[in-house]
């Protein structure tokens, strides 16, 4: 392993630490959990509804966090379940109106902070940011979950 990529490791993955700091305050700024505010975002913007399964898979979260954040979210009135008719095994979640109002001003300025910052590259930048961070995580992935072996 050369020094280069050593270094370049720790810096990506300093700035995603960086991110997931940002987010956390953000969220903790409006009283929320950051992984609160992945499931919120989530939900506000499916306008479909989303099973629990498919929250865990949109926000990489456990079922036991998920089904924690679903209860105070109904707990609140903020979300409601309803039978998904395709499937009467699984339920959908869907926001409620109050929920959409509580949360609205929260996740639209982080969706508008997101997508702003991200116009703000070139338009070839963002395809190479958006290919190098997918290739990167792939292989990150691969690599963790390898068999251990001593270094």
């Known amino acids: 392993m050369n020094k280069e990529a050593k270094k ?35 939900l ?12 865990c898979q949109r926000t990489f979260q456990s079922k036991q966090t998920v089904n924690l954040i679903m209860k105070k979210l109904l707990q609140d009135g903020h979300v409601r379940l309803e039978e998904d008719v395709h ?3 699984h339920k959908l979640v869907y926001m409620t109106s109050s929920g959409r109002t509580h949360y609205e001003q929260v996740v639209r300025h982080i969706t508008w902070a997101e997508d702003t910052a991200m116009a703000m590259l070139a338009p070839e930048e963002q395809r190479r940011l958006i290919d190098l961070s997918r290739t990167f995580s792939e292989n990150l992935a691969k690599l963790v979950w390898q068999k251990e072996e001593k270094e």
């Not at 506000?44 to 929250?55: D, E, P, S």
């Open 44 to 55: 506000f913007y499916a306008k479909q509804g989303m099973t629990q399964t498919q929250l």
């Open 87 to 89: 499937d009467h095994r």
């Open 8 to 42: 370049n490791a720790y810096l990506y993955c300093k700035f995603r630490d960086e991110q997931f700091a940002l987010y956390d305050a953000y969220a903790k700024k409006h009283g929320i959990m950051m992984k609160t505010l992945l499931v919120v975002n989530a």
